[in-house]
Structures are given as structure tokens and as C-alpha cells.
């Protein structure tokens, strides 16, 4: 699948608001990180496999009640959701070119795609509110940033993707 300008704005929307590109451990733009714990931030050095892929246990992220969760890389993939687009894509790694494919993925297979390339951005997030905790109105009792910020900063990735491409023609 081609990344477009904009779906690229987006994924770094989705780093950006799951706090992986912005993390003060990340070394990789945020496609090293490891959901943080109770027992602090994690990271990834190996991009061989999904880092619990090889049976690591779960990160325990609250105790009260008990949230263990998998999710790694720059869009959170918990395992499950590795695994199964992994074969589906025929991925060999969770390498960058890896985890953007599966990001992009689900997003086309909620028909966020359609909504990106027509400008509708708040549509696209809502079409991928279930697959992100950061973003509103998922179910997973997380929160979720604000849609007007959101938005905001997607404008801002969207500029600088605009800005970049400019710079590099001249």
C-alpha cells in the first residue's frame, strides 16, 4: 500500500497522541517503544519479532484493576493484532516498513482512507476511535486526547510533510 501524504500525517497523528514518537526513552521515533508499566518505560532494541512474540509476559500496566497489556511499537500493536496481520501481509520483521504497513492497514479496513484523501480528518479518527485508546470515543476506558487537538496537530504534521517536500524540490 502506497502512503500518502496524508495517511502519513496521520500515523504520525496516531505516534504522536499514543505518546510513542514523543517519549523520553524513545531512541527510534518511537517504533522502539514498549507500553509503559508500573514499573516504568520500556523499550525494544530487537525488530526481529513483536517483542512478546517469544512469550515475554505482559506489561502490567495498572494494578487496581489489573490492565496487562502488549502493545508495542510506534502504534501500540498488541500481540494478537501482530500476529494476525503479520501473516496476512507476509511481514518478516516489526521493523518500521513492518509496523507502518499493519498502522495503514487497519486503517484502510475501517474506510478511514476515503476519508483522509477527501480532507475529512475528524471522520478518519472516529472510523479508528476503536483501534487507538488515545483517540475519543474508543471503549477502553483510557481517555482520549481532545478532537480539536488532535486536529490541530494533524494540520501541523500535515504542514510540515508540505513544508519538507517543498524544501527538498528547490
Not at 497522541?17 to 525494544?44: F, L
Not at 508495542?72 to 503479520?86: D, M, V
Not at 470515543?137 to 490541530?152: F, P, R, T
Request: proline share 4%; hydrophobic share 35%.
Amino acid at each position: 500500500m502506497r502512503i500518502s501524504p496524508s495517511l502519513q500525517a496521520f500515523l504520525s497523528l496516531i505516534s504522536w497522541s499514543e505518546g510513542t514518537s514523543t517519549s523520553r526513552v524513545t531512541q527510534d521515533n518511537g517504533y522502539d517503544i514498549i507500553v509503559s508499566g508500573v514499573d516504568g518505560p520500556h523499550r525494544m532494541t530487537d525488530y526481529d519479532d513483536h517483542p512478546f512474540a517469544s512469550g515475554r509476559s505482559p506489561i502490567v500496566v495498572r494494578l487496581s484493576p489489573l490492565l496487562e497489556s502488549t502493545a508495542s511499537g510506534r502504534y501500540q500493536l498488541i500481540l494478537p493484532t501482530w500476529k494476525a496481520y503479520k501473516s496476512q501481509l507476509q511481514l518478516l520483521d516489526f521493523g518500521h516498513a513492518s509496523q507502518d504497513a499493519v498502522a495503514a492497514q487497519m486503517i484502510a479496513e475501517r474506510d478511514a482512507l476515503d476519508q483522509l484523501n477527501s480532507g475529512n480528518v475528524e471522520g478518519a479518527i472516529s472510523l479508528c476511535s476503536n483501534l487507538w485508546a488515545s483517540f475519543p470515543g474508543n471503549s477502553y476506558g483510557q481517555g482520549g486526547k481532545q478532537i480539536g487537538e488532535l486536529l490541530e496537530k494533524y494540520q501541523q504534521f500535515e504542514q510540515q510533510l508540505t513544508s519538507n517536500a517543498n524544501s527538498s524540490v528547490s
